[in-house]
């Protein structure tokens, strides 16, 4: 059986809609969490993803200036570059988590960037847990 | 008048600064060698590890216990003392949280074996061969403890009542804590014998802080400039953990004018200070959507290190459980 990457996909609501409601994707290796706003997530959610489990994230985020809490995106940005150096170091490459800036109400373009998101993980193969 | 209660002070991984800590409570240590009965104290005193083994099960009233577990005898010593002891109190960053000894858990075991044994520019060893648990040599068996894995937190091995944070902990803690056990007057068990605050509220700078606590531009080390030694570290764009960090050390760093590097561990409720301090980092972080945050960021040399520089066994990332090197790896 193919190697089929785990993926956990955080979305801001206001800029990309209510991933529920969507009739997208619904394989069991992706796992869709709408969030009030990118910049609402913490670095220890990311952590907790790839500890228990996860090869890759993505994150959709409203795109610059379009922030509902006027940052909050760009925040998610921030925390993102010095999380990369904290995954890096444990053997996560940066490649696994991703950030995407746009606006999407109605989330149409959800199931492609997921497929795209996935494809990139399975060409990187298995996460190396070695150090985890 | 009854028998004086029995202790133990025992040192793990660690580098002997928790028991220069007790040895610093200076005449208070006579009060303490008045109260109780020291009866095991590898470090100052001529005890060997079968002194503690003739002790019947929880004949020893309280064992304070200082470093990490990185090796089998570690180990066997920590789980010795734990039943021989009714109250067991981790002392130290090490025991508390892993200290800085386990930033070797961002290295495999294979790795740093290697480099010390094989590769170092002042090692010559052409076979490669490595310490071994046990070799035989002419008919003896001789023994070695086994090393592990990983740098585990004491209370990832056996059971802590209490914990006392500090690298080294403040005197003051030690005594306060071992008066506790002496009086009975003990917070629940798991508890940490020092305040719940963090840093920040305790820090002499506070007041310096600007309503809105922004950081502009790279952040610098502080060896790198001069720092002012009255204003909030963060306020000058170096980076100080009191945010995130317990208060209780004194701020002995704060008053020699370095920034609080996080010995005292996260305060009460948050399990990875790390990545709390990230998020906090991320707000403070003003780089204006203009600017580049990428080149900020960078302007941090070793985040890992100096965001779990004492805390990394017991992080969201770091967290283990306990298995032997030659255990297959899940």
């Given at each position: 059986m193919g190697y089929e990457p785990k993926l956990v996909c955080f979305s801001c609501k206001f800029g990309w809609g209510?991933?529920?409601?969507?009739?997208?994707p619904k394989e069991a290796s992706v796992f869709l969490i709408p969030v009030e706003c990118s910049g609402k997530l913490d670095a220890i959610h990311l952590l907790k993803v790839f500890k228990e489990g996860a090869?890759?994230?993505?994150?959709?985020?409203?795109?610059?200036?379009?922030?509902?809490?006027?940052?909050?995106?760009?925040?998610?940005?921030?925390?993102?570059?010095?999380?990369?150096?904290?995954l890096w170091a444990h053997g996560i490459q940066k490649e696994r988590v991703r950030i995407a800036f746009s606006l999407d109400p109605e989330g149409r373009g959800i199931p492609d960037r997921i497929v795209q998101m996935k494809n990139s993980l399975a060409a990187l193969g298995p996460l190396d847990r070695a150090l985890l | 008048m009854g028998e004086k209660p029995k202790i133990a002070i025992c040192w793990l991984g660690a580098c002997g600064g928790c028991d220069e800590a007790v040895v610093d409570l200076n005449e208070g240590l006579l009060e303490v060698a008045e109260a109780v009965s020291i009866e095991l104290w590898p470090v100052a005193m001529d005890f060997k590890y079968d002194h503690l083994r003739n002790f019947g099960k929880n004949e020893l009233a309280v064992g304070l216990v200082s470093g990490h577990v990185r090796n089998s005898e570690h180990e066997e010593v920590a789980h010795l003392l734990r039943e021989r002891c009714r109250i067991i109190i981790g002392l130290g960053t090490c025991a508390c949280f892993g200290g800085t000894p386990a930033m070797a858990n961002l290295i495999s075991r294979e790795e740093i074996l290697d480099t010390v044994y094989v590769k170092a520019p002042s090692v010559v060893n052409p076979l490669g061969k490595l310490p071994q648990p046990e070799t035989e040599w002419e008919g003896e068996t001789l023994v070695l403890p086994e090393f592990m894995d990983h740098v585990y937190a004491l209370?990832?091995?056996?059971?802590?009542?209490?914990?006392?944070?500090?690298?080294?902990?403040?005197?003051?803690?030690?005594?306060?804590?071992?008066?506790?056990?002496?009086?009975?007057?003990?917070?629940?068990?798991?508890?940490?014998?020092?305040?719940?605050?963090?840093l920040c509220e305790t820090c002499a700078r506070?007041?310096?802080?600007?309503?809105?606590?922004?950081?502009?531009?790279?952040?610098?080390?502080?060896?790198e400039v001069e720092a002012d030694p009255e204003i909030c570290f963060l306020a000058e764009g170096i980076l100080c953990m009191g945010p995130a960090t317990r208060t209780g050390c004194g701020e002995t760093c704060i008053k020699t004018n370095i920034p609080c590097r996080g010995c005292f561990g996260p305060t009460p409720g948050i399990t990875d200070p790390g990545s709390r301090f990230i998020s906090s980092l991320a707000a403070l972080l003003k780089v204006g959507t203009t600017g580049d945050p990428e080149a900020v960021m960078a302007s941090i040399g070793d985040p890992v290190g100096y965001l779990y520089r004492f805390t990394h066994p017991v992080s969201t990332l770091g967290e283990r459980c306990l298995r032997k090197a030659t255990e297959e790896t899940p």
């Open positions: 209510y991933l529920r409601d969507l009739d997208g090869d890759g994230v993505l994150i959709l985020a409203c795109e610059e200036g379009h922030c509902h809490f006027q940052e909050g995106n760009f925040r998610a940005l921030k925390m993102l570059y010095l999380l990369e150096e904290v | 209370n990832q091995v056996i059971s802590v009542d209490y914990f006392i944070p500090g690298c080294p902990p403040p005197p003051e803690l030690i005594k306060n804590g071992i008066r506790a056990v002496l009086t009975d007057d003990l917070p629940p068990k798991g508890s940490t014998l020092a305040p719940r605050k963090a506070n007041k310096t802080k600007p309503i809105r606590l922004e950081i502009h531009g790279p952040i610098r080390r502080i060896h």
